[in-house]
């Protein structure tokens, strides 16, 4: 008899929840997850082997603890006067959504974000045992500081997750808006950055808000424009208090020296990195302008991605591309579709899937 997960003296709070996840196929062109499609640079590749391996002569012994020159990596990547004291890093910028979740969430606590946003916000928070308050966007899916300021007083959030640009939506949030919800919560409030490298360049990132506001946090991640999602590398900036409390929490050693390694030199290399991101910002826009073509509705995106609207029967629009060899996602919003920027080639193989299967209502 097979046992069954209902069968298992599970948490109470965990019943009925699904494991986040996207689907996963062998199709020639995925453009589902968010990835940076572009391969690590062949010169970045070496050094960064050569760093795994140096590290791999002494893997007998722990890593460092406190992956220092790690944090002084990102602290100089970021600038912005910024020290490691101010810098802590996880396997993933979820691990580090978890530990803030770990340290000042949890059971009787209360994490709040606008809806649509993030899916991992809410997994997470009712992992830890917090309960998940939903916000609400404007049609846009943008935020109105005035109003975002008026539901975090209401909600009384001991947490707010604020995905600045927005995933699944791409949209962008102003630091007008960040400023109001800071001032209206006495909560920590994350700013999840995790596709800032694509907004454009003249934007300021909400980093120029952390000083004088201890309890302002801004997430970050290599997965993205650093094209190191397989790595599992992400990091926040806080004030060195916050740093603090989350080695409360964290796990001893949780950052290999492996992966110390790998991202320490994959920094090094940070201006040949990121000239990817003007290659995807390029195919970002031009999936746009051909989705507005074709009758779709896109939204302003700041991020590697973009989200349509005006599709009459989502599924069809999915399982059409599929039998193309593309896959895309499907985010859950009602005659929606959301299609990752890869390389030219990748975008061309999916508009031209798209214009086959038909046009929008």
């Given at each position: 008899m097979t046992?069954r997960l209902?069968?298992?003296?599970?948490?109470?709070?965990?019943?009925?929840?699904?494991?986040?996840?996207?689907?996963?196929?062998?199709?020639?062109?995925?453009?589902n997850?968010?990835?940076?499609?572009?391969?690590?640079?062949?010169?970045?590749?070496?050094?960064?082997?050569?760093?795994?391996?140096?590290?791999?002569?002494?893997?007998?012994?722990?890593?460092?603890?406190?992956?220092?020159?790690?944090?002084?990596?990102?602290?100089?990547?970021l600038?912005h006067?910024?020290?490691?004291a101010n810098?802590?890093?996880?396997?993933g910028?979820?691990?580090v959504?978890?530990?803030?979740?770990?340290?000042?969430?949890?059971?009787?606590?209360r994490?709040?974000?606008?809806?649509?946003?993030?899916?991992m916000?809410?997994?997470?928070?009712?992992?830890?045992?917090?309960?998940?308050v939903a916000?609400?966007?404007r049609?846009?899916?943008t935020?109105?500081?005035?109003d975002a300021?008026?539901?975090?007083?209401?909600?009384?959030?001991?947490v707010?997750f604020?995905?600045?640009p927005?995933?699944p939506?791409?949209?962008?949030m102003?630091?007008?808006?960040?400023?109001?919800v800071?001032?209206?919560?006495?909560g920590?409030?994350?700013?999840?950055?995790a596709?800032?490298?694509f907004?454009?360049?003249?934007?300021?990132?909400a980093?120029?808000?952390l000083?004088?506001?201890?309890?302002?946090?801004?997430?970050?991640?290599?997965s993205?424009a650093?094209?190191?999602a397989?790595?599992?590398?992400?990091?926040?900036?806080?004030d060195?208090?916050v740093?603090?409390?989350?080695?409360?929490?964290?796990?001893?050693?949780?950052?290999?020296?492996?992966?110390?390694?790998?991202a320490?030199?994959?920094?090094?290399?940070?201006?040949t990195?990121?000239r990817?991101?003007?290659?995807?910002?390029a195919?970002?826009?031009?999936?746009?302008?051909t989705?507005?073509?074709?009758?779709?509705?896109?939204?302003e995106?700041?991020?590697?991605f973009?989200?349509?609207?005006?599709?009459?029967d989502?599924?069809?629009v999915w399982d059409g591309l599929y039998?193309?060899?593309?896959?895309?996602?499907?985010?859950?919003?009602?005659?929606?579709?959301r299609?990752?920027a890869?390389?030219?080639?990748?975008?061309?193989?999916?508009?031209?899937?798209l214009?086959?299967?038909?046009?929008?209502a």
């Open positions: 046992t209902e069968d298992l003296p599970l948490r109470d709070d965990l019943r009925g929840m699904t494991p986040y996840g996207a689907p996963q196929a062998a199709l020639p062109v995925a453009l997850v968010n990835e940076n499609t572009h391969p690590v640079p062949e010169e970045v590749a070496d050094d960064i082997l050569d760093a795994v391996a140096l590290a791999l002569r002494e893997v007998n012994r722990y890593p460092d603890r406190e992956f220092t020159g790690l944090r002084e990596g990102f602290a100089q990547y600038g006067g910024l020290e490691a810098i802590w890093a996880a396997n910028s979820n691990e959504l978890q530990h803030m979740l770990q340290a000042f969430g949890g059971p009787g606590r994490a709040f974000g606008f809806a649509p946003t993030y899916s916000y809410p997994l997470l928070t009712r992992a830890t045992g917090a309960e998940w916000g609400r966007r049609e846009d899916f935020v109105d500081p005035e300021a008026r539901q975090v007083a209401d909600a009384g959030a001991d707010v604020l995905c600045a927005n995933n939506t791409g949209t962008p102003g630091l007008d808006a960040i400023r109001a800071y001032d209206a919560t006495d920590v409030v994350i700013v999840d950055e596709y800032q490298e907004a454009p360049r003249e934007e300021p990132s980093l120029t808000l000083p004088g506001r201890e309890r302002l946090v801004v997430s970050r991640t290599m993205k650093f094209a190191f397989g790595a599992r590398v992400g990091y926040l900036a806080a060195p208090a740093v603090d409390a989350l080695r409360l929490v964290r796990l001893p050693y949780h950052l290999s020296a492996l992966t110390q390694a790998a320490t030199a994959a920094l090094q290399h940070a201006p990195m990121l990817m991101v003007d290659d995807i910002v195919q970002r826009d031009r999936i746009s302008a989705l507005q073509a074709l009758g779709y509705r896109p939204y995106s700041w991020t590697n973009v989200l349509f609207g005006g599709v009459d989502p599924r069809a039998e193309r060899g593309v896959l895309i996602r499907d985010v859950g919003i009602p005659h929606h579709l299609v990752t890869g390389t030219e080639e990748e975008t061309t193989a999916f508009l031209d899937a214009a086959s299967v038909g046009s929008g």
